[in-house]
């Protein structure tokens, strides 16, 4: 069964990023109030990118890999940049290294 991440841009500006087995519905759920506490909160919401899978035990991998992004970078991926996500991913991991325990 297909499997979609998705990312709304939330009324405060926020993003709110999740996954489910039916985009559109989910969506419609977001906007009338019915989805996420999260989002119920800051309506209108807006789709501002998703991706599809074959299975959705990837879109939810997906969508937890996501969760734990920057603002930066998850702007980054809505923008379609990839030279700068790249960046973006390869200074965490520089950030990472770098520690001292």
Request: charged share 40%; hydrophobic share 30%.
């Amino acid at each position: 069964m297909k499997g979609y991440v998705y990312i709304l841009k939330c009324a405060d500006g926020s993003y709110y990023t999740g996954s489910t087995k039916n985009l559109w519905k989910r969506l419609m759920e977001h906007q009338s109030g019915e989805g996420a506490n999260y989002t119920r909160k800051r309506l209108p919401v807006e789709l501002v990118y998703y991706e599809e899978f074959n299975r959705i035990d990837e879109a939810f991998y997906r969508e937890h890999q996501i969760k734990k992004w920057s603002r930066k970078k998850k702007e980054a991926l809505i923008e379609r940049n990839f030279e700068v996500l790249k960046k973006l991913s390869k200074s965490k991991r520089k950030n990472k290294e770098n520690r001292s325990f």
